[in-house]
Structures are given as structure tokens and as C-alpha cells.
């Protein structure tokens, strides 16, 4: 019983239904979506075997990487909003994995920035690829119609979600 229940929560909406029947099958089908991008999280991070922040750091840096940016250590503290003890901790782990290298400043040579390795970047993409190959294929199978109709109804809720305060 207590897995059902943990299982089904996120399912479970937290406020009066939507009024039409469709608006109720719309809200159970974002609750569901949101259930499986949570569960697909989990799995991310079990298969790249690093913690929730370290990853996160892992990615940013590889995102960064891939838009040509070089990210220093204090860059990488205002992006996981934590302490420099803290993102230095992180990137020690992430070298001593060879996921990431530091790398000195061209001009500074009291800097440094942080790099993906090659491993770094394949360990990423094998942790993520995968779910985000899903949901384009899922996407790839709606008409240009239903993908329209589909993101002004996202970035409606996205919208109004990012304006609601506590």
C-alpha cells in the first residue's frame, strides 16, 4: 500500500478540478507527464551514478561547452547557487571521474576554467539522450497543428506557474 501511494501522488492535483471534462483529462495527462519526467530523473541519475548536484554541474558544463562558453569556478557557483567550498568539492569529484579538467585562463594565470572531457560530454548524453530521443519521437508523430495547439497550451501553463509565488 504505501508504494500505491507514493506511486499515484503525483498524480493527485491539490486543487479544485478543471470545470470540463476534457480540462479534467488535460490536468491528469500534465500530472502524468510530470510523474514521468520525475521518474526519468531518478533514472538519469542512477545511471550516471553521480549525485543530483553533481550532474547538474556536469550538464551546465556541458551545455556550456557545446555553446563555445568557458565557465570558471565562481560561474559554476552562481549557477548551482551553493559556496565555492562547495563547487570545489564538486569538481574534484568530476575530475577524479576524468568527467571534467581544469583548464588555466589565457590571461589570467591565477584562474582557471572547468571543461567537460570527452568522457564527461558521452557520460551526459548517455544519462539524457535517451529521454529526450523519446520525447522528440513523440513529438515528430503530432501534425504541425496538434504542435502548435500543443505549445500555446504549454507556455500558457508555463506562464501562469511561473507567476505564482510560494
Same mark, same amino acid.
Given at each position: 500500500?504505501?508504494?500505491?501511494?507514493?506511486?499515484?501522488?503525483?498524480?493527485?492535483?491539490?486543487?479544485?478540478?478543471?470545470?470540463?471534462?476534457?480540462?479534467?483529462? $488535460?490536468?491528469? =495527462?500534465?500530472?502524468?507527464? /510530470?510523474?514521468?519526467?520525475?521518474?526519468?530523473?531518478?533514472?538519469? *541519475?542512477? %545511471? @550516471? &551514478?553521480?549525485?543530483?548536484?553533481?550532474?547538474?554541474?556536469?550538464?551546465? $558544463?556541458?551545455? =556550456?561547452?557545446?555553446?563555445? /562558453?568557458?565557465?570558471?569556478?565562481?560561474?559554476?557557483?552562481?549557477? *548551482?547557487? %551553493? @559556496? &565555492?567550498?562547495?563547487?570545489?568539492?564538486?569538481?574534484?569529484?568530476?575530475?577524479?571521474?576524468?568527467?571534467?579538467?581544469?583548464?588555466?585562463?589565457?590571461?589570467?594565470?591565477?584562474?582557471?576554467?572547468?571543461?567537460? %572531457?570527452?568522457?564527461?560530454?558521452?557520460?551526459?548524453?548517455?544519462?539524457?539522450?535517451?529521454?529526450?530521443?523519446?520525447?522528440?519521437?513523440?513529438?515528430?508523430?503530432?501534425?504541425?497543428?496538434?504542435?502548435?495547439?500543443?505549445?500555446?497550451?504549454?507556455?500558457?501553463?508555463?506562464?501562469?506557474?511561473?507567476?505564482?509565488?510560494?
Amino acid at each position: 500500500m504505501p508504494e500505491t501511494i507514493v506511486r499515484h501522488e503525483g498524480e493527485h492535483l491539490y486543487a479544485d478540478e478543471p470545470s470540463s471534462q476534457a480540462g479534467r483529462e $488535460l490536468s491528469a =495527462a500534465i500530472l502524468r507527464y /510530470r510523474r514521468a519526467e520525475q521518474m526519468q530523473e531518478a533514472r538519469a *541519475l542512477e %545511471t @550516471s &551514478g553521480l549525485s543530483h548536484t553533481d550532474l547538474k554541474a556536469l550538464r551546465y $558544463l556541458v551545455q =556550456a561547452s557545446r555553446d563555445e /562558453r568557458m565557465v570558471s569556478p565562481k560561474d559554476l557557483t552562481i549557477m *548551482l547557487g %551553493t @559556496s &565555492g567550498a562547495n563547487v570545489t568539492n564538486i569538481v574534484d569529484r568530476l575530475v577524479s571521474k576524468g568527467y571534467t579538467a581544469r583548464e588555466d585562463h589565457p590571461s589570467d594565470r591565477r584562474a582557471h576554467y572547468i571543461v567537460p %572531457t570527452t568522457a564527461g560530454m558521452a557520460h551526459v548524453d548517455h544519462a539524457i539522450a535517451r529521454h529526450h530521443a523519446a520525447i522528440v519521437a513523440a513529438i515528430d508523430t503530432l501534425t504541425a497543428e496538434q504542435a502548435r495547439t500543443a505549445t500555446v497550451v504549454i507556455d500558457r501553463i508555463v506562464d501562469v506557474i511561473s507567476r505564482v509565488d510560494g
